[in-house]
């Protein structure tokens, strides 16, 4: 376990097996994973608040200077509201147009102005502009954020993801990542059947190091991302540039 150090990610090994678990949902197209994110959005009611999760909380202290947070895979936005309401400026993306719809409803009721949404899917041409966009807005350091984004994407669109904030990102920038590990394969699930891959940490380290980045922190294990019955086994990091 590697926790609280500084050190350069590309020498790290890597596993050539990549474990995945599809679910009966599987679909391989961003499409057909949009289509799917939208009809589980717009079940949603944009009045319903809903807690941060626990990593967006662990987040808020280790933000450093960054006064603007770029939330990649905001789904119904509790995370981005939270940031907002503890005074960072929060650019929000998703591929769902029904997950911004309802972000942007219920910052309209919550008349939060420091919070503004966009819909992009990673992989899609209007990605890397909206990513661009988000990144003029601060003039200092900017901390990106992706929870339970990468599992629920796959390895190529996770390559193009961090290639994206590797061209898009400046020094002193930082990624707060979390998600299930090759470890979570087996465990209880209680959200609705949809596609998920259980990723291996030592591959996304040396992904994102032979594009600059180095890791400031990581942890993995239970207890982290705990609903319900699935305490899902999760990794966290943050990446540096």
Do not use: N
Request: glycine share 8%; aromatic share 10%.
């Amino acid at each position: 376990m590697l926790e609280g150090c500084r050190m350069p990610i590309s020498v790290i090994k890597v596993s050539s097996t990549q474990c995945e678990q599809v679910t009966d949902l599987l679909h391989d197209s961003v499409r057909d994973k949009v289509k799917y994110w939208d009809e589980f959005y717009s079940t949603k009611d944009a009045r319903q608040a809903s807690l941060p999760s626990q990593f967006a909380a662990f987040v808020t202290q280790e933000a450093g200077d960054a006064h603007l947070i770029i939330e990649v895979g905001c789904g119904t936005g509790r995370d981005s509201f939270f940031f907002a309401r503890h005074g960072f400026e929060v650019v929000a993306i998703d591929g769902s147009h029904a997950a911004i719809d309802r972000c942007e409803e219920m910052r309209r009721l919550g008349s939060l102005s420091g919070a503004s949404f966009v819909c992009a899917s990673v992989g899609s041409p209007d990605f890397l502009p909206a990513l661009q966009e988000a990144r003029a807005k601060a003039d200092g350091s900017v901390l990106a954020y992706a929870r339970f984004f990468l599992h629920a994407i796959t390895e190529k669109e996770e390559h193009a993801f961090l290639s994206d904030m590797a061209t898009v990102l400046k020094a002193g920038d930082r990624i707060a990542l979390e998600y299930r590990t090759v470890r979570d394969a087996s465990g209880a699930k209680v959200t609705p059947a949809h596609y998920r891959r259980f990723v291996d940490p030592s591959e996304v380290f040396a992904s994102a190091g032979r594009l600059g980045f180095t890791v400031e922190y990581a942890v993995e294990g239970f207890g982290f991302a705990k609903y319900r019955d699935d305490d899902a086994y999760v990794a966290r990091c943050i990446l540096g540039k």
